[in-house]
């Protein structure tokens, strides 16, 4: 088990400030949270991480990093805990085997992939937004065969979604 003795949960209570909002990016209309001033700050990173780790305290194998700054989050949660990282791909950026999973989000759709295995992970991403790419990340661990505990963010945009499972730091209500 990780040694958390060193962060003290008063520091940050509020990451908003850690977070830019870019207009019109990737197209027009789509606000992007940019996590870099939280990545860029040991302090506050370190915190954030905590504050993740913290919301799920429990018996698990491995983290699953979605491609790409899931990678950021579930590596980090990894070592910091001492379990494993499985990572959730792209189309085509795995060696085989792979398991694919196709699906729609707010702005277009994607392929993941992902190597099949056993055990019990918890999924993690940056950002919950509508759902799409965490549902599919989803029901791509259980055909690879895993079994998921659950779902983690940094950021949870709940206004572009009803009631959810999924765990997070920052929640934006509107």
Known sequence: ????????SSVITDFTPYVTDIPNFPIPGVTFKDIQPLLADPKA????????????????NYW????????IFASALSQYSNKGLKLIRKKDKLPPPVESKTYDLEYGNDTVQMQPGKGKVIIVDDVYATGGT??????LCKQAGYEVLGKLVFIDLAFL??????????KYDS
Do not use: C, L, W, Y
Request: proline residues 2%.
């Open 64 to 71: 699953v990093g979605i491609d790409s700054r899931g990678f």
């Open 1 to 8: 088990m990780a040694d958390f003795s060193k962060f003290d």
């Open 161 to 170: 979604h009803g009631p959810t499972n999924v765990r997070s730091v920052i």
């Open 45 to 60: 990173f370190r915190q954030a991480i905590f504050e993740m780790f913290v919301k799920f305290e429990t018996n698990m």
């Open 134 to 139: 965490m549902d599919a990340a989803e029901e």
